[in-house]
């Protein structure tokens, strides 16, 4: 595992940093592809009871995709293939046998949005900042983002989120149900998460597993019908030129 993934594994919970602070955490693919390794790797430990995902330092949990790097997507085949290969990433998260935690140290946009949002619990600290910005560069999700948002607070609060592209602070992504825990500090988010860890230290491996299988079926059901509704929708919204404009004039910022 390289320096921009780390990963911590200790008394059945490993805990996985991605480490881009420079560059906001983003989703880059050789991130996604890191990811998607760990948890490939993990997945079938019979010791294994959690999973925790943050971002290093205390600005960023995920601040998106790295645009930089997606630039030169523009086909339509290249554009599916990327959706296609975070959505598998997310995949590993939501069905992944045993819990997965995100811990929210900082701003959640875009693409960081989808990640936690494809996570089981979302505790964050109360200076973070949660954001579908998507529709403020012309886009939809990509990689299951709607269809979490969806299945966690009903379709008419996701569709307003969605269209406006708000940016919410931490206790109004907890009002919204987005976010299910708010910590004060960030010593106090660690506290926490202390807490959580040692919880399911304590617990059945059993129960644990069993109660995610029921949980991962249901996930399953709504994604499966869904999914390709929505790869639609980001093909076309990412391949418009409203979106290229939108990234051009952030890039020039």
């Known amino acids: 595992m390289t320096d921009i993934l780390k990963q911590d594994l200790q008394d059945s919970v490993l805990e996985l940093t991605i480490n881009r ?30 999973v925790l995902i943050r971002g290093s330092g205390e600005k960023f949990f ?6 930089k790097e997606l630039t030169s997507v523009r086909k339509d085949k290249e554009t599916e293939a990327m959706a296609l290969n975070g959505r598998a990433m997310l995949d590993q998260i939501r069905y992944f046998p045993v819990p997965v935690i995100a811990n929210i140290n900082g ?3 875009g693409g960081g949005a989808e990640l936690a949002m494809a996570c089981d619990y979302r505790i964050a600290c109360e200076s973070s900042k949660f954001g579908f910005i998507h529709s403020t560069l012309g886009i ?22 969605l269209i406006e592209g708000k940016i ?9 149900g987005i976010i299910n825990e708010v910590e004060k500090t960030h010593e106090a988010l660690g506290s926490r998460i202390n807490e959580i860890k040692k919880m ?12 995610k299988a029921v949980n991962i079926k ?5 994604h499966e019908q869904l ?6 929708s980001f093909k076309k919204t990412w391949m418009s030129d409203e979106h290229w404009k939108k990234v051009e004039a952030l890039l020039s910022k």
């Open 62 to 67: 995920v601040a998106g995709g790295d645009l």
């Open 200 to 211: 399911y230290q304590s617990r059945s491996i059993q129960v644990i597993r069993g109660v």
């Open 107 to 109: 701003y959640a946009l």
């Open 218 to 222: 249901q996930k399953q059901m709504i």
């Open 227 to 232: 999914k390709e509704a929505e790869l639609d």
């Open 140 to 161: 939809t999700t990509a990689w299951g983002g709607i269809i979490d948002l969806i299945e966690t607070i009903g379709s008419s609060k996701a569709l307003s989120i």
């Open 168 to 176: 919410f602070k931490a206790k109004d992504a907890q009002k919204a």
């Open 21 to 50: 602070e420079d560059a906001g955490n983003a989703l880059s693919n050789e991130v996604i592809g890191l990811l998607n390794d760990s948890l490939m790797q993990h997945k079938d430990r019979s010791d294994l009871k959690c």
